[in-house]
């Protein structure tokens, strides 16, 4: 997932007049009830009104399966759509960095093994737009469509069609991700660059948000949102994920209906950057709305907006703290 609130080390640098053109990335980032008609069967008239009882009180408790519950074949495609502001202040001045990103998302489940499921994601689509409240437009790139001369309309294009398989608990945490280090190596050869020094560059950077860990933290937070037993409407439940952005989440069921469940979220969330030229400590919570379809448990539709406050700091400047405050909203909706 493109996390907007995950390693902007980059846009820190750049900032403070560290720019590298080779390097702008984005740290990007869901009872049956049968009437049986037993009139004609006297033997069973006793059990009759404690079956009634049974089913009935369980209609009313609203004890619901939340959980993954697919099928071999089953495709979903995503619409993301994300926004970031970051706004550093120094000295009585701000500057505001504001990042876009939208793409289209395929997960396809290809197998299925005792309680995981095995993914092929997929990049179908993807745009990136960077500006900058001093310097003005820093990016805009459309995956789909290559620039003769701009490499980063390379190494993007050379993302999509490509799967990477994700390994999916029933209750949506990402086990493990295979693909991610190939797929990096396949956007850095895209490049066009030839010295090993210079990939060796666009491989870490790259690796940062399409690395097989990094993906497997980004996309916990679209996945991991089930609990492991049976809830009634106003439950809560917890789970937590960890990386450089780290979120303890508390779950709640808000509403169920027959094909639909509607859970909230309340997250604390820290992040604790460290890369050689910029560090940054920033905490904060962030407010997620769900729609889950309960026939399979993938989301029909899911809005987070975060806000994380800290301080960030730059090598040229030593330990200068500046004040730093990032402001998101993401939206995924299912549209096949």
């Known amino acids: 997932m493109l996390r907007p609130l995950q390693n902007l080390g980059a846009n820190i640098r750049r900032v403070f007049a560290l720019p590298n053109r080779n390097m702008k990335m984005f740290r990007i980032v869901f009872s049956t009830f049968a009437a049986t008609e037993l009139e004609s069967l006297p033997s069973m008239k006793f059990l009759i ?41 120094l000295d009585g001045a701000a500057h505001e960095i504001t990042n876009q990103i939208s793409g289209i998302l395929e997960f396809k489940v290809i197998g299925e093994k005792e309680e995981t499921y095995l993914i092929e994601l997929t990049f179908r689509d993807l745009n990136l ?127 169920v209906t027959t094909e639909n469940a509607s859970i909230s979220g309340i997250s604390q969330i820290i992040m604790d950057v460290k890369e050689p030229a910029t560090t940054m400590k920033l905490s904060g919570t962030q407010q997620t709305k769900i729609i889950t379809v309960l026939a399979s448990g993938f989301i029909k539709s899911m809005q987070v907006e975060g806000l994380a406050k800290g301080v960030s700091t730059v090598a040229q400047m030593g330990d200068q703290e500046i004040p730093t405050t990032i402001k998101s909203k993401i939206t995924y909706e299912l549209i096949q």
């Open 129 to 255: 737009r960077m500006s900058s409240s001093i310097q003005g437009l820093l990016m805009n790139v459309n995956a789909k469509e290559i620039v003769e001369g701009d490499m980063q309309s390379k190494v993007f294009n050379s993302l999509l069609n490509t799967p990477v398989q994700l390994s999916l608990a029933k209750t949506g945490d990402i086990l493990a991700v295979q693909g991610g280090d190939s797929l990096v190596t396949k956007m850095a050869q895209a490049s066009g660059l030839e010295d090993e020094f210079s990939l060796n560059l666009w491989k870490r950077s790259l690796s940062k948000d399409f690395g097989s860990e990094a993906l497997s933290n980004s996309y916990k937070q679209m996945t991991f949102i089930y609990p492991v037993a049976e809830q009634k409407i106003g439950n809560s439940w917890e789970n937590e994920y960890a990386g450089k952005l780290s979120a303890k989440n508390t779950w709640t069921l808000d509403e």
């Open 49 to 89: 009104p404690t079956l009634f009882f049974v089913l009935c009180s369980t209609v009313l408790l609203g004890q619901t399966s939340l959980r993954y519950q697919l099928n071999t074949g089953d495709v979903f495609t995503i619409k993301q759509d994300a926004e970031q502001i970051i706004t550093q202040e």
